[in-house]
T-cell receptor, first 113, second 116 residues
Framework: AQSVTQLDSHVSVSEGTPVLLRCNYS??????LFWYVQHPNKGLQLLLK??????LVKGINGFEAEFKKSETSFHLTKPSAHMSDAAEYFC???????????FGRGTSLIVHP | NAGVTQTPKFRILKIGQSMTLQCTQD?????MYWYRQDPGMGLKLIYY???????DKGEVPNGYNVSRSTTEDFPLRLELAAPSQTSVYFC???????????????FGAGSRLTVL
């Protein structure tokens, strides 16, 4: 069985400050982990993925995430928020070999000028 | 390259009406999915397909039906629409579930359905 928990439903930051979106997962096997971003009234776009290679994963638009097996976490970070980062972010887990990914409930990132 | 195309983008239905949401992908992906998105609830899997002629239920299949006669198309049928089916629907596809991590989803732009 697999599950994913996004610890914050909303995160509010000021432009230029760091971003931290938290994700914890549960999986019986080695997981693949993903972050997707959804801008208002748009579809979802892949931000980055972890597939058992390097534990620090770099994605698009300056985002990165670190896989920590001991903490069962895959938190998403960015050093400096931009207004265009305001969006809904989804953490997704997929157990190795599974074609049915499980989505978290999403975290809404709000960026203030 | 169009990716995943969904139609219509918007639709208003009356209670009891039926309709089909269309989904087409041009990437030759084997796996296709239908999700619904409700505020604060993330995405819930309705149905999925691992190839032409093969479909299976997801987490919330009641009130919906699907078919997969070709690799490209995966329509979602709503029978006897109810207000609880008011939602945004997303179709997605992926090339493979194996090896681990290959299952990157490509999403359509979504279809916003309102049932009144």
């Amino acid at each position: 069985a697999q599950s994913v928990t996004q610890l914050d439903s909303h995160v509010s930051v000021s432009e230029g400050t760091p971003v931290l979106l938290r994700c914890n997962y549960s999986s019986s096997y080695s997981p693949s982990l993903f972050w997707y971003v959804q801008h208002p009234n748009k579809g979802l776009q892949l931000l980055l993925k972890y597939t058992s290679a390097a534990t620090l994963v770099k994605g698009i638009n300056g985002f990165e995430a670190e896989f920590k097996k001991s903490e069962t976490s895959f938190h998403l970070t960015k050093p400096s928020a931009h207004m265009s980062d305001a969006a809904e972010y989804f953490c997704v887990v997929s157990v190795g070999g599974s074609y049915i990914p499980t989505f978290g409930r999403g975290t809404s990132l709000i960026v203030h000028p | 390259n169009a990716g995943v195309t969904q139609t219509p983008k918007f639709r208003i239905l009356k209670i009891g009406q039926s309709m089909t949401l269309q989904c087409t992908q041009d990437m030759n992906h084997n796996y296709m999915y239908w999700y619904r998105q409700d505020p604060g609830m993330g995405l819930k899997l309705i149905y999925y397909s691992v190839g032409a002629g093969i479909t299976d239920k997801g987490e919330v299949p009641n009130g919906y039906n699907v078919s997969r006669s070709t690799t490209e198309d995966f329509p979602l049928r709503l029978e006897l629409a109810a207000p609880s089916q008011t939602s945004v629907y997303f179709c997605a596809s992926s090339s493979s579930g194996v090896p681990s991590g290959a299952n990157v989803l490509t999403f359509g732009a979504g279809s916003r359905l309102t049932v009144l």
